[in-house]
């Protein structure tokens, strides 16, 4: 027997029946996505490591660490697995022009791949669902896609997901704030952790969002950003929140609240919840308003988050608001092999005018005993049992027998002609239920 391949660590394969809770979020998504006037944009899963190397920042976590990079072993080409998608979106705008008759409301969905250590929450294959806003500058879009983030949570029921909030100026501004910082914390230097003095000259913003116990007494003296903003960065700021207090939604400033990706400019936000222990960012994101020119593209501002999709289920199957598994409507029982072509056309009609049907399939001895039949039929969690004998083919018949309580569409065993099946098929979706 051959060697047992199996899936690399931390990728997961998504199988039946939770693939449905899958669909049905991304089903949420576009449809919320829709009315708010975002258009679906997919890029490839493999991109130039140059672009996130220039993207994101030379000195993050993301490119020093965790980036699946690899040559071409037919030109030498450098290339990454997108370990996110903004970057890609924003090159996507750039090589096709996207930008020419005006700003754009594009959304994404898909995988992302990070070298990490796999626990609830942080896989090494991981998926996002992402809204990105181009050529937008004014504070009305940073609420706009803040808003679109919170309307999801109501719509998918979601309960204790809080908002947080800060602004990351402009980059003179971070300037400013940086040299003041380096200048603190090497005043401290015997309490910084390893990590930290790695970062003290390449990324000190980013030792603010320390999760050390023993460096938050520090970190909470540190010279916060928000006391280095000019007057139109404050303006920027404030106008958010008041839009935000315009609709009631409710925020927190968290002054150390950065990102792991250097694009990021004024505005920043994450929606966090302490349900998921460690793994507490849902989404998250902020204005980028230098990366389309950073990777080449004409200047333009532009906005968007990212939300991570397993810990959105987590949270879902935490909350108990994931959908049942979905059933068929109905099982079809054959007990002649012979009658087959009649069968199935009869199901391809039920299926046609919308019926979901599982047909009992056969084996080795044919199609089994009706008892065995009647046992799949009622595992299946089918509301309706279709019985092909030979004496309700004969009379053009088929026998529609109810299996569940509240299968009102026909809620006795009847015998319905095969030749209307397409007429009588509404009655089967009667006691569906709602999607």
């Not at 708010?36 to 660490?65: H, Q």
């Not at 006391?227 to 409710?250: I, K, M, Q």
Request: glycine share 10%; proline share 6%.
């Amino acid at each position: 027997m051959a060697e047992k391949i199996s899936a690399v660590k931390g990728m997961n394969d998504i199988l039946a029946p939770d693939s449905a809770q899958w669909e049905w979020l991304e089903a949420k998504v576009r449809a919320l996505m829709g009315r708010y006037a975002y258009r679906n944009v997919r890029t490839p899963i493999v991109e130039p490591t140059g672009l996130f190397v220039r993207g994101l920042g030379e000195v993050t976590d993301i490119v020093e660490k965790e980036m699946y990079s690899f040559e071409d072993r037919l030109n030498g080409e450098a290339l990454t697995l997108r370990p996110e998608n903004t970057a890609g979106v924003v090159r996507a705008a750039i090589e096709h022009n996207l930008l020419y008759d005006g700003p754009k409301r594009l959304f994404y969905s898909g995988p992302m791949f990070r070298h990490e250590r796999p626990q609830r929450g942080r896989y090494r294959q991981f998926h996002q669902i992402g809204a990105e806003a181009l050529g937008f500058s004014g504070p009305d879009v940073d609420a706009e896609v803040i808003l679109l983030a919170a309307d999801l949570w109501a719509e998918l029921g979601l309960k204790g997901v809080e908002l947080e909030i800060n602004s990351l100026g402009q980059p003179a501004e971070r300037l400013a704030h940086r040299q003041a910082l380096i200048a603190y914390l090497q005043a401290h230097e015997s309490q910084l952790d390893e990590d930290a003095r790695r970062r003290l000259h390449s990324n000190p913003l980013r030792i603010l969002d320390t999760k050390n116990p023993a460096m938050q007494e520090l970190v909470n003296g540190a010279p916060r950003l928000m006391d280095y903003l000019g007057e139109a960065s404050l303006a920027h700021f404030n106008g958010l929140r008041a839009l935000l207090d315009a609709h009631g939604v409710a925020y927190r400033i968290n002054p150390r609240l950065v990102r792991g990706m250097d694009y990021y400019n004024l505005s920043v936000f994450e929606f966090v919840t302490t349900q998921l222990g460690s793994q507490g960012t849902v989404c998250a994101g902020g204005r980028y308003d230098g990366l389309i020119a950073q990777i080449g593209g004409k200047p333009a501002p532009a906005v968007g988050w990212a939300m991570g999709v397993e810990r959105i289920l987590e949270l879902l199957k935490e909350q108990n608001l994931l959908p049942a598994a979905p059933v068929p409507d109905a099982y079809a029982i054959v007990l002649d092999g012979d009658s087959a072509p009649k069968i199935m056309q009869t199901l391809r009609r039920l299926r046609q005018a919308g019926v979901s049907v599982q047909m009992h399939a056969s084996g080795p001895d044919g199609y089994g005993s009706i008892k065995s039949q009647f046992k799949k039929a009622d595992a299946s969690g089918a509301r309706y049992a279709l019985i092909f004998g030979a004496d309700e083919l004969a009379a053009g018949n088929v026998a529609v027998k109810p299996l569940r309580a509240g299968a009102t569409g026909v809620p006795e065993q009847t015998l319905l002609p095969l030749d209307d099946a397409s007429l009588w098929a509404a009655r089967l979706l009667d006691s569906a239920p709602a999607a």
